[in-house]
């Protein structure tokens, strides 16, 4: 079943605008996961982010997480006509292991940054 | 370098003939994935493998059967192809299953 559910589904802002995108899950988690994919392109993984942890950065990019809510965001500042893409998030559940430890991806945020 | 590679790209053909998807990564990582992705974007895996080894096989038709030959590669083979079969699927690679994951390109099976 799906585990991450993004929102919104559709984004589009003009270039130099702050990109806000969240992702809801429903079990808990080992740690929760952003992707990005490029129109005709495969994934690429942005941010790893742990259970444990409650916010995290790279670059124009700012993560966080509330287990309590069982919620993610992901923050784009200062964004550019190449973040034009869909952005995933991904959830390794937290029970037991093994062949447990699988990614489930939601259906994802089309962001369109206009030039 | 190429991490993840996958071939073909593109890929057509007749309900109800068989064909093969080949994935190979050159990442060192033990663990390969595949990935079905539909019309709206959504992402499932299929199947996922570690040192040559199933641990991870959904709920999928058996008409789908990978094979990893070794740990740099894994290959599907889609036998009596249907319509609904037509999507994107994507291999992808990782350390192990906790790890990101590194995906290749796609191939874009399209079933007629």
């Known amino acids: 079943s799906q585990q991450g559910e993004e929102d919104p589904q559709a984004l589009s802002i003009q270039e130099g605008e702050n990109a806000t995108m969240n992702c809801s899950y429903k079990?808990?988690?080992?740690?929760l996961q952003w992707y990005r994919q490029n129109s005709g392109r495969g994934l690429v993984h942005l941010i790893l982010?742990?259970?444990?942890?409650r916010e995290k950065h790279s670059g124009r990019l700012r993560v966080t997480l509330d287990t309590s809510k069982k919620s993610s965001s992901l923050l784009i500042t200062a964004s550019r006509a190449a973040d034009t893409a869909s952005y995933f998030c991904a959830t390794v559940p937290s029970d037991s292991g093994g062949s447990n430890y699988k990614l489930t991806f939601g259906k994802g945020t089309l962001l369109t940054v206009n030039p | 370098d190429t991490a993840v590679s996958q071939t073909p790209k593109y890929l057509v053909t007749q309900m109800g003939n068989d064909k093969s998807i080949k994935c190979e990564q050159n990442l060192g990582h033990d663990t390969m994935y595949w990935y079905k992705q539909d019309s709206k974007k959504f992402l499932k895996i299929m199947f996922s493998?570690?040192?040559?080894?199933?641990?991870i096989n959904e709920t999928v038709p058996n008409r789908f059967s990978p094979k990893s030959p070794d740990k740099a590669h894994l290959n599907l083979h889609i036998n009596s192809l249907e319509l609904g079969d037509s999507a994107v699927y994507f291999c992808a690679s990782s350390p192990d299953l906790r790890h990101p994951q590194y995906f290749g390109p796609g191939t874009r099976l399209t079933v007629l």
């Open positions: 493998y570690n040192n040559k080894e199933l641990i």
């Open positions: 079990t808990s988690i080992n740690n």
């Open positions: 982010i742990r259970s444990n942890e």
